[in-house]
């Protein structure tokens, strides 16, 4: 079966770094383009990252541009977020998420699958 799960979330102070990562198993991984989300509580799931199947082409939210790198290793099935310069508004739950094909979406309703999610929390 498909599963997404992520992990590397936790409690970090503001200025530091989290290194997020996504395994996937159950599909053809390299067929998909990635993305990785992030939903505060009472707040809507927002677009953090995207990249392409082949990790040629990435894309960001403004919010996070410069802070954030999103790379993929197609070998070992696995998506990555680097998240540095952390702030307290960063703070959230992050999924990672799968779309068959190569274009880059920010539009969460077109993501195929879902992981569970890790929580992110920075301090001030």
């Known amino acids: 079966q498909v599963q997404l799960v992520e992990s590397g979330g936790g409690l970090v102070q503001a200025g530091g770094s989290l290194r997020l990562s996504c395994a996937a198993s159950?599909?053809?991984?390299?067929?998909?383009?990635m993305g990785w989300f992030r939903q505060a509580p009472g707040k809507e799931r927002d677009f953090v990252a995207a990249i392409s199947w082949r990790g040629g082409s990435t894309d960001y939210a403004d919010s996070v541009k410069g802070r954030f790198t999103v790379s993929r290793d197609n070998a070992k099935n696995t998506v990555y977020l680097q998240m540095n310069s952390l702030k307290p508004e960063d703070t959230a739950v992050y999924y990672c998420?799968?779309?068959?094909?190569?274009?880059?979406?920010?539009?969460?309703?077109?993501?195929?699958?879902w992981g569970q999610g890790t929580q992110v929390t920075v301090s001030s």
């Open positions: 998420a799968a779309r068959y094909g190569y274009t880059l979406e920010k539009n969460p309703r077109l993501y195929n699958y």
């Open positions: 159950g599909f053809t991984f390299s067929n998909y383009a």
